[in-house]
């Protein structure tokens, strides 16, 4: 099994930064993919940022392009998202994920992220 911890959300004003950290630990298989997405209230989950193994393919949604950055540790099996310019309809609880192929999908907690003066 794989457990994910995030941290590094919070409350931050509109244009400002925070960045997010999900530690992983336990069966790691590589290649894997590990992203994060978010869900708002009363909206459906949806992909943030994901990064393969070896930055091999990296997605981004449209929203967060050029202002979110996803970057990975895999020797401490982590990774990051750098959120800048932070929006009000940035404000989501965000969550990590570790798939490897197609048997293992995995997900943290969530961490609360807010955008607001």
């Known amino acids: 099994q794989v457990q994910l911890v995030e941290s590094g959300g919070g409350l931050v004003q509109p244009g400002g930064s925070l960045r997010l950290s999900c530690a992983a630990s336990?069966?790691?298989?590589?290649?894997?993919?590990m992203g994060w997405y978010r869900q708002a209230p009363e909206k459906q989950r949806e992909l943030v940022a994901s990064?393969?193994?070896?930055?091999?393919?990296?997605n981004y949604a449209d929203s967060v392009k050029g202002r979110f950055s996803i970057s990975r540790d895999n020797a401490k099996n982590t990774v990051f998202l750098q959120m800048n310019s932070l929006k009000p309809e940035d404000t989501a609880v965000y969550y990590c994920?570790?798939?490897?192929?197609?048997?293992?999908?995995?997900w943290g907690q969530g961490t609360q992220v807010t955008v607001s003066s």
């Open positions: 994920n570790y798939r490897f192929r197609g048997t293992i999908n995995t």
């Open positions: 336990g069966s790691i298989f590589r290649p894997n993919t």
């Open positions: 990064s393969t193994d070896g930055g091999a393919s990296t």
